[in-house]
């Protein structure tokens, strides 16, 4: 079955859909990369997924995966997904929280985890 970011967001409260939309711009313009969009969230990759979003209860909930660990306000957990990489899950509720520390991870994840780690 295939999936696109439109079916993805179809029915989804109005504020949380441009959250989610301000945060697929932020990871594309990160660099080239594949958008991978499953029935419960869409997916960036390069050889390996570096960032998601997924739509909760009208928030937007993003995960970004680094070789290190950092703090943010909207940090809602951080752990490790294999020996070498981070997965930070943000809650995000305004679009103040999509600041340019959010940019800057999303670029550096995009450089160093979407390559792969191997």
């Not at 950092?70 to 490790?80: D, G, K, N, Q, T």
């Not at 070498?84 to 670029?107: A, G």
Request: charged fraction near 30%; glycine fraction near 8%; include cysteine.
């Amino acid at each position: 079955m295939n999936h696109d970011v439109g079916g993805y967001l179809a029915g989804k409260p109005p504020a949380a859909v441009g959250l989610f939309l301000l945060f697929r711009t932020m990871v594309l313009e990160a660099g080239e990369c594949e958008e991978r969009a499953h029935p419960s969230e869409v997916a960036w990759a390069g050889k390996r997924v570096f960032a998601a979003a997924f739509l909760k209860s009208g928030r937007l909930e993003i995960a970004i995966d680094l070789l290190r660990q950092v703090e943010h306000p909207a940090l809602r957990e951080s752990f490790p997904t294999t020996k070498k990489v981070y997965t930070h899950r943000f809650k995000i509720e305004s679009p103040d929280e999509l600041d340019d520390r959010i940019r800057d991870w999303l670029v550096e994840a995009h450089d160093t985890v979407g390559p792969g780690t191997r």
